[in-house]
Protein backbone atom coordinates (compact mmCIF):
# COMPACT_ATOMS: atom_id res chain seq x y z
CA UNK A 1 0.00 0.00 0.00
CA UNK A 2 2.70 2.65 0.80
CA UNK A 3 4.67 1.82 -2.58
CA UNK A 4 1.18 2.72 -4.25
CA UNK A 5 0.89 6.28 -2.14
CA UNK A 6 4.59 7.28 -3.15
CA UNK A 7 3.57 6.35 -6.99
CA UNK A 8 0.36 8.89 -6.26
CA UNK A 9 2.69 11.39 -3.95
CA UNK A 10 4.79 11.66 -7.20
CA UNK A 11 2.17 11.73 -10.14
CA UNK A 12 0.20 14.32 -7.84
CA UNK A 13 2.63 16.35 -6.30
CA UNK A 14 5.42 16.19 -8.45
CA UNK A 15 5.93 19.22 -10.61
CA UNK A 16 5.71 17.95 -14.01
CA UNK A 17 1.87 17.09 -13.71
CA UNK A 18 -1.35 19.57 -13.44
CA UNK A 19 -3.80 17.98 -10.90
CA UNK A 20 -7.24 19.97 -12.31
CA UNK A 21 -6.99 19.69 -15.58
CA UNK A 22 -8.70 16.98 -18.00
CA UNK A 23 -6.84 18.64 -21.09
CA UNK A 24 -3.82 19.83 -19.84
CA UNK A 25 -0.34 19.07 -19.08
CA UNK A 26 1.97 21.05 -17.06
CA UNK A 27 5.94 19.93 -17.18
CA UNK A 28 8.37 20.51 -14.70
CA UNK A 29 8.07 24.55 -14.00
CA UNK A 30 4.39 24.13 -14.04
CA UNK A 31 4.31 27.93 -12.58
CA UNK A 32 5.28 29.17 -15.98
CA UNK A 33 1.39 28.34 -17.56
CA UNK A 34 -0.15 24.97 -18.60
CA UNK A 35 0.68 23.58 -21.76
CA UNK A 36 -2.22 22.78 -24.13
CA UNK A 37 -2.27 19.07 -25.88
CA UNK A 38 -4.16 18.69 -28.92
CA UNK A 39 -7.86 17.74 -28.78
CA UNK A 40 -6.61 14.10 -30.19
CA UNK A 41 -4.97 13.69 -27.04
CA UNK A 42 -7.32 14.55 -24.42
CA UNK A 43 -7.99 11.23 -23.19
CA UNK A 44 -4.54 10.23 -22.71
CA UNK A 45 -3.95 13.80 -20.97
CA UNK A 46 -6.16 13.19 -18.01
CA UNK A 47 -5.36 8.86 -17.47
CA UNK A 48 -1.51 10.55 -16.67
CA UNK A 49 -3.35 13.37 -14.85
CA UNK A 50 -5.27 10.23 -13.03
CA UNK A 51 -2.21 7.93 -12.66
CA UNK A 52 -3.93 5.67 -15.19
CA UNK A 53 -2.11 3.82 -17.93
CA UNK A 54 -3.60 4.61 -21.97
CA UNK A 55 -5.26 1.32 -23.21
CA UNK A 56 -5.26 0.33 -26.76
CA UNK A 57 -6.02 -2.48 -29.51
CA UNK A 58 -4.21 -2.22 -32.86
CA UNK A 59 -1.13 0.85 -32.08
CA UNK A 60 0.32 3.08 -29.27
CA UNK A 61 2.99 5.54 -28.95
CA UNK A 62 4.92 7.10 -26.27
CA UNK A 63 7.13 10.27 -26.93
CA UNK A 64 8.46 13.49 -25.42
CA UNK A 65 6.17 15.97 -26.46
CA UNK A 66 2.10 16.00 -27.31
CA UNK A 67 2.66 17.28 -30.65
CA UNK A 68 5.20 14.63 -31.60
CA UNK A 69 2.73 12.21 -30.39
CA UNK A 70 -0.08 13.49 -32.76
CA UNK A 71 2.21 13.32 -35.60
CA UNK A 72 3.43 9.97 -35.49
CA UNK A 73 -0.01 8.72 -34.59
CA UNK A 74 -1.73 10.42 -37.61
CA UNK A 75 0.93 8.03 -39.15
CA UNK A 76 0.14 4.93 -37.56
CA UNK A 77 -3.29 5.97 -38.12
CA UNK A 78 -2.90 5.89 -41.88
CA UNK A 79 -1.27 2.27 -41.79
CA UNK A 80 2.10 3.49 -41.25
CA UNK A 81 5.14 1.28 -39.67
CA UNK A 82 6.45 1.80 -36.19
CA UNK A 83 9.22 2.82 -38.48
CA UNK A 84 7.62 5.34 -40.14
CA UNK A 85 5.96 6.97 -37.14
CA UNK A 86 9.77 7.26 -35.77
CA UNK A 87 10.70 9.53 -38.64
CA UNK A 88 7.61 11.49 -38.16
CA UNK A 89 8.07 11.99 -34.64
CA UNK A 90 11.74 12.79 -34.76
CA UNK A 91 11.14 15.53 -37.04
CA UNK A 92 8.88 17.18 -34.50
CA UNK A 93 11.06 16.63 -31.33
CA UNK A 94 13.94 18.49 -33.02
CA UNK A 95 11.60 21.71 -33.42
CA UNK A 96 9.19 21.81 -30.03
CA UNK A 97 12.38 20.18 -27.71
CA UNK A 98 15.17 21.20 -29.44
CA UNK A 99 17.44 21.36 -25.99
CA UNK A 100 16.81 17.62 -26.04
CA UNK A 101 17.13 16.00 -29.81
CA UNK A 102 17.46 16.76 -33.37
CA UNK A 103 18.68 16.61 -37.18
CA UNK A 104 22.15 17.57 -35.04
CA UNK A 105 22.44 14.75 -32.80
CA UNK A 106 22.49 11.11 -32.55
CA UNK A 107 20.57 7.99 -31.77
CA UNK A 108 20.14 4.37 -30.84
CA UNK A 109 17.77 2.17 -32.16
CA UNK A 110 16.31 -1.12 -31.18
CA UNK A 111 13.53 -3.12 -33.21
CA UNK A 112 11.69 -5.92 -33.10
CA UNK A 113 10.37 -6.96 -36.25
CA UNK A 114 6.67 -9.01 -36.04
CA UNK A 115 7.19 -10.76 -39.46
CA UNK A 116 11.07 -12.85 -38.47
CA UNK A 117 10.87 -12.24 -35.01
CA UNK A 118 14.22 -11.01 -34.72
CA UNK A 119 15.82 -7.90 -32.68
CA UNK A 120 17.99 -5.75 -34.92
CA UNK A 121 19.70 -2.93 -32.73
CA UNK A 122 20.80 0.32 -34.84
CA UNK A 123 23.64 2.72 -33.88
CA UNK A 124 23.57 6.35 -35.12
CA UNK A 125 25.67 7.50 -32.45
CA UNK A 126 27.80 10.74 -33.15
CA UNK A 127 31.59 10.16 -34.48
CA UNK A 128 34.38 11.88 -33.52
CA UNK A 129 36.30 13.62 -36.34
CA UNK A 130 39.01 12.43 -38.15
CA UNK A 131 41.13 15.39 -37.01
CA UNK A 132 40.16 14.26 -33.39
CA UNK A 133 43.11 13.20 -31.04
CA UNK A 134 43.23 11.42 -27.62
CA UNK A 135 43.97 14.92 -25.91
CA UNK A 136 41.00 16.98 -27.70
CA UNK A 137 39.84 18.21 -24.30
CA UNK A 138 43.02 18.85 -22.49
CA UNK A 139 44.46 22.55 -22.27
CA UNK A 140 48.09 23.81 -22.86
CA UNK A 141 49.26 22.23 -19.59
CA UNK A 142 47.91 18.35 -20.17
CA UNK A 143 44.91 19.47 -18.01
CA UNK A 144 41.31 18.51 -18.80
CA UNK A 145 39.14 21.18 -19.70
CA UNK A 146 36.16 22.69 -17.86
CA UNK A 147 32.78 20.86 -18.88
CA UNK A 148 31.58 24.20 -20.31
CA UNK A 149 35.04 25.67 -21.73
CA UNK A 150 34.58 21.96 -24.00
CA UNK A 151 31.10 22.03 -24.67
CA UNK A 152 30.45 25.47 -25.40
CA UNK A 153 31.47 25.95 -29.30
CA UNK A 154 32.89 23.90 -32.39
CA UNK A 155 35.18 21.16 -30.53
CA UNK A 156 32.55 19.18 -28.71
CA UNK A 157 30.71 18.29 -32.30
CA UNK A 158 30.79 15.23 -33.43
CA UNK A 159 29.27 14.18 -36.52
CA UNK A 160 25.44 13.56 -36.53
CA UNK A 161 23.47 10.02 -36.73
CA UNK A 162 20.43 11.37 -36.11
CA UNK A 163 19.32 12.11 -39.68
CA UNK A 164 21.09 8.74 -41.16
CA UNK A 165 18.89 6.93 -38.74
CA UNK A 166 16.01 8.22 -39.58
CA UNK A 167 16.77 7.35 -43.56
CA UNK A 168 18.09 4.12 -42.51
CA UNK A 169 14.94 3.05 -40.22
CA UNK A 170 12.79 4.08 -43.09
CA UNK A 171 14.40 2.46 -45.55
CA UNK A 172 14.40 -0.96 -44.05
CA UNK A 173 11.12 -1.35 -42.32
CA UNK A 174 9.16 1.62 -43.84
CA UNK A 175 5.95 1.66 -45.89
CA UNK A 176 4.49 5.31 -46.10
CA UNK A 177 5.87 7.94 -48.63
CA UNK A 178 9.43 9.31 -47.22
CA UNK A 179 8.28 12.99 -47.76
CA UNK A 180 4.94 12.73 -46.32
CA UNK A 181 6.42 12.39 -43.02
CA UNK A 182 7.41 15.67 -42.44
CA UNK A 183 4.55 17.61 -43.27
CA UNK A 184 3.84 18.09 -39.64
CA UNK A 185 7.38 19.13 -38.90
CA UNK A 186 7.09 21.47 -41.85
CA UNK A 187 3.92 22.93 -41.18
CA UNK A 188 4.69 23.44 -37.25
CA UNK A 189 8.00 25.28 -38.12
CA UNK A 190 6.66 27.73 -40.66
CA UNK A 191 3.22 28.03 -38.56
CA UNK A 192 4.60 28.39 -35.17
CA UNK A 193 4.30 26.07 -32.18
CA UNK A 194 3.63 27.04 -28.52
CA UNK A 195 6.11 26.82 -26.70
CA UNK A 196 6.02 24.48 -23.54
CA UNK A 197 7.23 25.17 -19.70
CA UNK A 198 10.03 22.90 -19.99
CA UNK A 199 11.40 24.78 -22.97
CA UNK A 200 10.88 28.03 -21.68
CA UNK A 201 12.21 27.12 -18.24
CA UNK A 202 15.67 25.47 -19.62
CA UNK A 203 16.22 28.81 -22.23
CA UNK A 204 16.00 30.97 -18.71
CA UNK A 205 18.28 28.46 -16.91
CA UNK A 206 20.92 28.80 -19.95
CA UNK A 207 20.79 32.62 -20.93
CA UNK A 208 24.41 33.64 -20.79
CA UNK A 209 25.39 30.22 -22.65
CA UNK A 210 22.44 30.92 -25.27
CA UNK A 211 23.73 34.65 -25.55
CA UNK A 212 27.33 34.07 -26.85
CA UNK A 213 26.24 32.95 -30.60
CA UNK A 214 24.13 35.00 -32.84
CA UNK A 215 21.95 32.72 -34.22
CA UNK A 216 20.72 30.79 -31.66
CA UNK A 217 20.77 33.77 -29.48
CA UNK A 218 18.06 35.48 -31.86
CA UNK A 219 15.79 32.39 -31.61
CA UNK A 220 15.62 31.77 -27.50
CA UNK A 221 16.77 35.46 -26.57
CA UNK A 222 14.38 37.47 -29.00
CA UNK A 223 14.71 41.24 -28.04
CA UNK A 224 17.27 40.14 -25.64
CA UNK A 225 14.68 38.08 -23.46
CA UNK A 226 14.05 34.39 -23.00
CA UNK A 227 10.81 33.16 -24.98
CA UNK A 228 8.21 32.14 -22.72
CA UNK A 229 5.66 29.48 -22.17
CA UNK A 230 2.54 30.08 -24.31
CA UNK A 231 4.98 32.27 -26.91
CA UNK A 232 4.39 31.42 -30.46
CA UNK A 233 8.05 30.48 -31.97
CA UNK A 234 8.97 30.05 -35.82
CA UNK A 235 11.68 28.31 -37.16
CA UNK A 236 11.70 28.69 -41.22
CA UNK A 237 15.04 27.90 -41.29
CA UNK A 238 14.20 24.26 -39.66
CA UNK A 239 11.40 23.78 -42.37
CA UNK A 240 13.87 24.50 -44.98
CA UNK A 241 16.31 21.49 -43.93
CA UNK A 242 13.31 18.97 -43.54
CA UNK A 243 11.81 19.80 -47.18
CA UNK A 244 15.98 19.40 -48.37
CA UNK A 245 15.71 15.83 -46.54
CA UNK A 246 12.21 15.48 -47.79
CA UNK A 247 13.49 15.60 -51.32
CA UNK A 248 16.79 14.26 -50.98
CA UNK A 249 16.58 12.04 -48.25
CA UNK A 250 20.05 11.89 -45.88
CA UNK A 251 22.47 12.95 -48.69
CA UNK A 252 20.75 16.35 -48.65
CA UNK A 253 21.81 16.36 -44.89
CA UNK A 254 25.89 15.16 -45.49
CA UNK A 255 26.76 16.75 -48.60
CA UNK A 256 26.09 19.83 -50.62
CA UNK A 257 24.50 22.92 -48.56
CA UNK A 258 23.42 21.95 -45.55
CA UNK A 259 26.78 19.94 -44.79
CA UNK A 260 28.89 23.14 -45.72
CA UNK A 261 27.14 25.17 -43.35
CA UNK A 262 27.83 22.64 -40.87
CA UNK A 263 31.21 22.87 -41.47
CA UNK A 264 31.85 26.18 -42.01
CA UNK A 265 29.83 26.86 -37.94
CA UNK A 266 31.93 24.35 -36.13
CA UNK A 267 35.19 25.31 -37.59
CA UNK A 268 34.20 29.32 -37.08
CA UNK A 269 34.21 29.40 -33.69
CA UNK A 270 37.54 31.13 -32.99
CA UNK A 271 38.04 30.49 -29.65
CA UNK A 272 37.15 27.09 -29.30
CA UNK A 273 37.74 25.65 -32.65
CA UNK A 274 36.01 22.56 -33.89
CA UNK A 275 37.48 19.90 -35.97
CA UNK A 276 34.73 18.76 -37.98
CA UNK A 277 35.24 18.39 -41.92
CA UNK A 278 32.91 17.85 -44.96
CA UNK A 279 34.38 14.27 -45.48
CA UNK A 280 33.83 13.33 -41.46
CA UNK A 281 30.01 14.31 -43.00
CA UNK A 282 30.28 11.99 -46.06
CA UNK A 283 31.44 9.18 -45.08
CA UNK A 284 28.80 9.15 -41.66
CA UNK A 285 27.33 5.60 -41.69
CA UNK A 286 24.60 4.05 -39.30
CA UNK A 287 26.21 0.77 -37.97
CA UNK A 288 23.70 -2.22 -37.18
CA UNK A 289 25.55 -3.74 -33.71
CA UNK A 290 24.74 -7.35 -32.50
CA UNK A 291 22.15 -7.05 -29.85
CA UNK A 292 22.80 -7.64 -26.10
CA UNK A 293 20.01 -10.10 -24.77
CA UNK A 294 20.17 -11.86 -21.51
CA UNK A 295 17.67 -13.80 -18.91
CA UNK A 296 16.02 -12.38 -16.49
CA UNK A 297 13.24 -14.41 -14.42
CA UNK A 298 11.31 -15.98 -17.91
CA UNK A 299 11.58 -12.96 -20.09
CA UNK A 300 14.32 -11.88 -23.17
CA UNK A 301 16.03 -8.63 -22.37
CA UNK A 302 16.89 -6.93 -25.38
CA UNK A 303 18.98 -3.54 -25.80
CA UNK A 304 21.94 -2.02 -27.19
CA UNK A 305 25.34 -3.14 -27.29
CA UNK A 306 28.68 -0.83 -27.25
CA UNK A 307 29.23 2.18 -27.76
CA UNK A 308 25.95 2.37 -25.48
CA UNK A 309 26.89 1.20 -22.02
CA UNK A 310 23.19 1.19 -21.64
CA UNK A 311 22.34 -2.66 -22.57
CA UNK A 312 25.14 -4.35 -20.87
CA UNK A 313 24.40 -2.41 -17.68
CA UNK A 314 21.34 -2.49 -17.41
CA UNK A 315 21.21 -6.23 -18.45
CA UNK A 316 24.21 -7.01 -15.59
CA UNK A 317 21.99 -5.23 -12.82
CA UNK A 318 19.18 -7.59 -13.76
CA UNK A 319 21.70 -10.59 -13.72
CA UNK A 320 22.95 -9.83 -10.25
CA UNK A 321 19.39 -9.08 -8.78
CA UNK A 322 18.07 -12.67 -10.44
CA UNK A 323 18.66 -14.85 -7.61
CA UNK A 324 17.29 -12.67 -5.03
CA UNK A 325 13.46 -12.53 -4.29
CA UNK A 326 12.93 -8.96 -4.92
CA UNK A 327 9.37 -9.37 -5.35
CA UNK A 328 8.70 -10.88 -1.72
CA UNK A 329 10.97 -7.95 -0.27
CA UNK A 330 8.48 -5.34 -2.31
CA UNK A 331 9.39 -1.68 -3.03
CA UNK A 332 8.75 -0.54 0.32
CA UNK A 333 11.70 -2.80 1.68
CA UNK A 334 15.27 -0.93 1.97
CA UNK A 335 16.80 -3.95 1.39
CA UNK A 336 15.27 -4.10 -1.56
CA UNK A 337 16.45 -0.92 -3.13
CA UNK A 338 20.06 -2.06 -1.00
CA UNK A 339 19.88 -4.82 -3.33
CA UNK A 340 19.35 -2.66 -6.41
CA UNK A 341 21.65 0.17 -5.16
CA UNK A 342 24.78 -2.42 -5.12
CA UNK A 343 24.12 -4.14 -8.21
CA UNK A 344 23.96 -0.91 -10.01
CA UNK A 345 27.35 0.13 -8.49
CA UNK A 346 28.97 -3.10 -9.16
CA UNK A 347 27.63 -2.89 -13.05
CA UNK A 348 29.02 0.87 -13.12
CA UNK A 349 32.19 -0.32 -11.91
CA UNK A 350 32.65 -3.00 -14.68
CA UNK A 351 30.99 -0.13 -17.06
CA UNK A 352 33.76 2.03 -16.12
CA UNK A 353 36.72 0.13 -16.79
CA UNK A 354 35.72 -2.08 -19.91
CA UNK A 355 32.95 -0.83 -22.03
CA UNK A 356 33.41 1.81 -24.67
CA UNK A 357 33.43 1.79 -28.91
CA UNK A 358 34.04 -1.72 -29.85
CA UNK A 359 35.73 -0.85 -32.65
CA UNK A 360 38.39 0.54 -31.01
CA UNK A 361 38.94 -1.05 -28.09
CA UNK A 362 38.15 -4.85 -27.40
CA UNK A 363 34.96 -4.92 -24.84
CA UNK A 364 34.22 -8.42 -23.13
CA UNK A 365 30.37 -7.95 -23.25
CA UNK A 366 29.89 -12.05 -23.30
CA UNK A 367 32.43 -12.00 -20.35
CA UNK A 368 29.97 -9.00 -18.29
CA UNK A 369 27.12 -11.32 -19.07
CA UNK A 370 28.65 -14.94 -17.91
CA UNK A 371 26.19 -16.61 -15.86
CA UNK A 372 29.69 -17.83 -13.82
CA UNK A 373 30.59 -13.97 -13.89
CA UNK A 374 27.67 -12.71 -12.79
CA UNK A 375 27.46 -15.72 -10.24
CA UNK A 376 30.00 -14.55 -8.68
CA UNK A 377 29.39 -10.84 -8.35
CA UNK A 378 26.19 -11.46 -7.46
CA UNK A 379 27.55 -13.23 -4.21
CA UNK A 380 28.83 -9.87 -2.95
CA UNK A 381 25.36 -9.02 -2.49
CA UNK A 382 24.48 -11.49 0.23
CA UNK A 383 24.93 -9.47 3.19
CA UNK A 384 22.25 -7.05 5.33
CA UNK A 385 24.39 -3.68 4.89
CA UNK A 386 26.02 -1.27 1.79
CA UNK A 387 29.41 -2.88 0.11
CA UNK A 388 31.91 -0.46 1.58
CA UNK A 389 33.20 -0.48 -1.74
CA UNK A 390 32.99 -1.50 -5.35
CA UNK A 391 35.94 -2.41 -7.89
CA UNK A 392 35.33 -3.57 -11.50
CA UNK A 393 35.34 -7.90 -11.40
CA UNK A 394 38.00 -9.67 -13.74
CA UNK A 395 35.40 -11.31 -17.03
CA UNK A 396 36.59 -13.70 -19.47
CA UNK A 397 38.78 -11.12 -22.03
CA UNK A 398 42.30 -10.51 -20.48
CA UNK A 399 42.79 -7.67 -23.61
CA UNK A 400 40.71 -5.14 -21.94
CA UNK A 401 41.91 -5.96 -18.46
CA UNK A 402 44.80 -3.18 -19.55
CA UNK A 403 42.44 -0.45 -19.53
CA UNK A 404 41.45 2.32 -17.34
CA UNK A 405 38.32 3.99 -16.05
CA UNK A 406 36.30 6.65 -16.72
CA UNK A 407 33.07 8.16 -15.51
CA UNK A 408 32.31 10.98 -17.77
CA UNK A 409 28.72 10.11 -19.52
CA UNK A 410 26.40 12.34 -21.00
CA UNK A 411 24.22 15.15 -19.42
CA UNK A 412 20.38 14.18 -19.28
CA UNK A 413 19.18 16.02 -22.34
CA UNK A 414 17.94 13.48 -24.33
CA UNK A 415 14.51 11.88 -25.86
CA UNK A 416 12.64 8.49 -25.80
CA UNK A 417 10.69 7.50 -28.10
CA UNK A 418 8.36 3.78 -27.81
CA UNK A 419 5.88 2.62 -30.77
CA UNK A 420 3.90 -0.48 -31.56
CA UNK A 421 2.50 -0.93 -35.13
CA UNK A 422 -0.37 -2.59 -36.12
CA UNK A 423 1.30 -4.99 -37.67
CA UNK A 424 3.26 -5.75 -34.25
CA UNK A 425 6.54 -4.50 -35.04
CA UNK A 426 8.25 -2.57 -31.81
CA UNK A 427 10.61 0.44 -32.14
CA UNK A 428 12.67 1.65 -29.14
CA UNK A 429 14.28 4.74 -29.72
CA UNK A 430 16.60 7.69 -27.58
CA UNK A 431 18.07 9.76 -29.31
CA UNK A 432 20.01 13.08 -27.75
CA UNK A 433 22.15 16.50 -28.42
CA UNK A 434 23.61 15.97 -24.82
CA UNK A 435 24.08 18.51 -22.89
CA UNK A 436 20.78 21.10 -23.16
CA UNK A 437 20.81 22.73 -26.07
CA UNK A 438 24.08 20.63 -27.04
CA UNK A 439 27.31 22.94 -28.50
CA UNK A 440 25.18 25.74 -28.45
CA UNK A 441 25.58 26.06 -31.96
CA UNK A 442 22.79 26.52 -34.43
CA UNK A 443 22.85 25.64 -38.25
CA UNK A 444 19.57 26.07 -40.47
CA UNK A 445 17.34 25.95 -37.90
CA UNK A 446 18.50 23.06 -35.76
CA UNK A 447 21.15 22.57 -33.14
CA UNK A 448 24.34 21.00 -33.29
CA UNK A 449 25.30 18.46 -30.33
CA UNK A 450 28.48 18.19 -27.70
CA UNK A 451 28.12 14.48 -27.98
CA UNK A 452 32.55 14.97 -28.05
CA UNK A 453 31.93 15.50 -24.48
CA UNK A 454 30.83 11.85 -23.41
CA UNK A 455 34.49 10.92 -23.85
CA UNK A 456 36.70 10.79 -21.27
CA UNK A 457 38.91 13.68 -20.91
CA UNK A 458 41.69 12.50 -19.34
CA UNK A 459 43.54 9.52 -21.48
CA UNK A 460 45.06 7.91 -18.85
CA UNK A 461 44.23 6.35 -15.54
CA UNK A 462 47.03 5.42 -12.82
CA UNK A 463 49.05 4.63 -16.32
CA UNK A 464 46.77 3.03 -18.48
CA UNK A 465 44.59 4.23 -21.26
CA UNK A 466 41.76 5.03 -20.58
CA UNK A 467 38.91 2.95 -23.13
CA UNK A 468 36.51 5.81 -23.84
CA UNK A 469 39.26 8.17 -24.90
CA UNK A 470 38.36 9.95 -27.84
CA UNK A 471 40.18 9.00 -30.71
CA UNK A 472 39.40 9.83 -35.44
CA UNK A 473 35.86 8.10 -35.88
CA UNK A 474 35.34 6.50 -32.61
CA UNK A 475 31.78 7.08 -31.27
CA UNK A 476 32.13 7.79 -27.78
CA UNK A 477 30.19 5.55 -25.05
CA UNK A 478 26.94 6.48 -23.97
CA UNK A 479 24.30 5.24 -21.55
CA UNK A 480 21.02 5.85 -23.32
CA UNK A 481 19.43 1.94 -22.95
CA UNK A 482 16.42 1.87 -25.43
CA UNK A 483 15.55 -1.81 -24.00
CA UNK A 484 12.33 -3.97 -25.41
CA UNK A 485 11.40 -7.36 -23.12
CA UNK A 486 10.13 -10.63 -24.87
CA UNK A 487 8.52 -13.57 -23.73
CA UNK A 488 8.69 -16.81 -26.16
CA UNK A 489 9.91 -14.70 -28.84
CA UNK A 490 7.64 -12.17 -28.34
CA UNK A 491 7.94 -8.53 -27.37
CA UNK A 492 5.93 -7.73 -23.78
CA UNK A 493 7.44 -4.15 -23.00
CA UNK A 494 9.11 -1.54 -24.81
CA UNK A 495 10.70 1.65 -22.88
CA UNK A 496 13.35 4.15 -22.40
CA UNK A 497 14.58 7.38 -21.10
CA UNK A 498 16.69 10.38 -21.05
CA UNK A 499 18.53 10.85 -18.16
CA UNK A 500 22.06 11.08 -18.70
CA UNK A 501 24.02 8.20 -17.00
CA UNK A 502 21.20 7.66 -14.40
CA UNK A 503 19.11 6.75 -17.68
CA UNK A 504 20.72 2.69 -16.59
CA UNK A 505 19.06 3.32 -12.94
CA UNK A 506 15.45 4.33 -14.42
CA UNK A 507 15.19 1.51 -17.22
CA UNK A 508 16.21 -0.90 -14.88
CA UNK A 509 13.85 0.44 -11.93
CA UNK A 510 11.46 0.31 -14.12
CA UNK A 511 11.39 -3.12 -15.55
CA UNK A 512 11.87 -4.55 -11.67
CA UNK A 513 8.64 -2.51 -11.28
CA UNK A 514 7.34 -4.47 -14.06
CA UNK A 515 8.27 -7.93 -13.82
CA UNK A 516 8.81 -8.12 -10.02
CA UNK A 517 6.19 -5.91 -7.92
CA UNK A 518 3.62 -6.07 -10.99
CA UNK A 519 3.12 -2.48 -11.85
CA UNK A 520 1.11 -1.47 -15.13
CA UNK A 521 3.30 1.04 -17.49
CA UNK A 522 1.92 4.28 -15.62
CA UNK A 523 2.58 2.85 -11.96
CA UNK A 524 6.46 1.97 -13.35
CA UNK A 525 7.09 5.02 -14.96
CA UNK A 526 6.23 7.25 -12.10
CA UNK A 527 7.90 5.02 -9.69
CA UNK A 528 10.19 7.14 -7.55
CA UNK A 529 13.73 7.20 -8.28
CA UNK A 530 16.10 5.66 -5.89
CA UNK A 531 19.51 5.78 -8.11
CA UNK A 532 22.97 4.79 -6.99
CA UNK A 533 25.81 4.72 -9.76
CA UNK A 534 28.86 5.12 -7.45
CA UNK A 535 28.60 4.81 -3.84
CA UNK A 536 25.43 7.78 -2.46
CA UNK A 537 22.02 7.13 -3.31
CA UNK A 538 20.54 9.66 -5.09
CA UNK A 539 16.46 10.09 -3.78
CA UNK A 540 13.59 11.88 -5.04
CA UNK A 541 12.04 14.25 -2.85
CA UNK A 542 8.87 11.90 -2.65
CA UNK A 543 10.90 8.65 -1.96
CA UNK A 544 12.87 10.55 1.48
CA UNK A 545 10.83 7.95 3.84
CA UNK A 546 13.14 5.75 3.22
CA UNK A 547 16.29 8.14 3.75
CA UNK A 548 16.88 7.35 6.99
CA UNK A 549 16.80 3.01 6.60
CA UNK A 550 19.64 3.70 3.45
CA UNK A 551 21.70 5.77 6.13
CA UNK A 552 21.91 3.32 8.48
CA UNK A 553 22.59 0.41 5.94
CA UNK A 554 25.61 2.52 5.69
CA UNK A 555 24.89 4.91 2.47
CA UNK A 556 25.35 8.42 2.14
CA UNK A 557 21.28 9.69 0.41
CA UNK A 558 21.07 12.43 -1.26
CA UNK A 559 17.38 14.43 -1.65
CA UNK A 560 17.49 15.25 -5.51
CA UNK A 561 15.06 15.82 -8.35
CA UNK A 562 15.55 13.58 -11.24
CA UNK A 563 13.79 14.18 -14.51
CA UNK A 564 13.86 10.69 -16.05
CA UNK A 565 11.33 10.83 -19.68
CA UNK A 566 10.27 7.20 -19.19
CA UNK A 567 7.63 5.96 -22.17
CA UNK A 568 6.46 2.48 -21.45
CA UNK A 569 4.51 0.38 -23.68
CA UNK A 570 3.22 -2.98 -22.62
CA UNK A 571 1.94 -5.63 -25.26
CA UNK A 572 -0.51 -8.28 -24.15
CA UNK A 573 -4.01 -8.99 -25.16
CA UNK A 574 -4.35 -5.49 -25.95
CA UNK A 575 -1.77 -2.41 -25.43
CA UNK A 576 -1.24 -0.37 -21.82
CA UNK A 577 0.72 2.92 -22.21
CA UNK A 578 2.42 5.08 -19.61
CA UNK A 579 4.20 8.50 -19.98
CA UNK A 580 6.38 9.81 -17.47
CA UNK A 581 4.84 12.57 -14.92
CA UNK A 582 7.96 14.09 -14.71
CA UNK A 583 7.82 15.71 -18.02
CA UNK A 584 5.44 16.68 -20.75
CA UNK A 585 5.57 13.50 -22.94
CA UNK A 586 2.08 11.15 -23.41
CA UNK A 587 0.95 7.67 -24.36
CA UNK A 588 -1.63 7.62 -27.03
CA UNK A 589 -2.87 4.76 -29.21
CA UNK A 590 -6.14 2.98 -30.87
Known amino acids: MRVMLLVLGLILGAPGLAQDAADRVAPEGAG ?66 PQSS ?43 LDFFDAVVGGRSVGVPGTPALMAEAHAR ?30 VAGDVARLSRFAAIRAYFLPDGHPVQAGDTLRNPAYAETLRKLAEDGARGFYTGGVAEDIVARVQGVRDNLGRLSGTDLAIYRVKERAAVCSPYREFEVCG ?43 AFADRGRYLADSDFVPVPVAGLLAPDYLKSRSA ?3 REDALPQVAPGAPEFEHALDWGEGRRGERPSTSHVSIVDRDGNALSMTSSI ?11 GFLLNNQLTDF ?6 GGRPIANAAAPGKR ?20 GSPGGSRIIGYVAKTILAWVDWGMDPQQAAGLPHLVNRFGPFELEPVADGLADELRGLGYDVSITDQTSGLHVIEIGQGLLGGADPRREGLAYGD
Not at 476 to 488: E, F, N, Q, V
Request: charged share 20%; proline share 7%; glycine share 10%.
Open 173 to 202: WGRSPWPGLFTDAIRLAEDGFSVSPRLAML
Open 32 to 97: AGLFQVPALLEASAKAKAAGRPVKAENWMIAAANPLAVESGAKVLARGGTAADAMVAVQAVLGLVE
Open 434 to 444: ENAFGSRLMVR
Open 102 to 144: GLGGGAFLVWHDAESGEITTLDARETAPLAVTPQLFLDADGEP
Open 476 to 495: PRSSMAPTILRRDGRPVLVL
Open 304 to 346: MGPPSSGGVTVAQILGLLEPFDLADLGPESAQAWRLIGDASRL
Open 456 to 461: SFATHD
Open 380 to 382: LLR
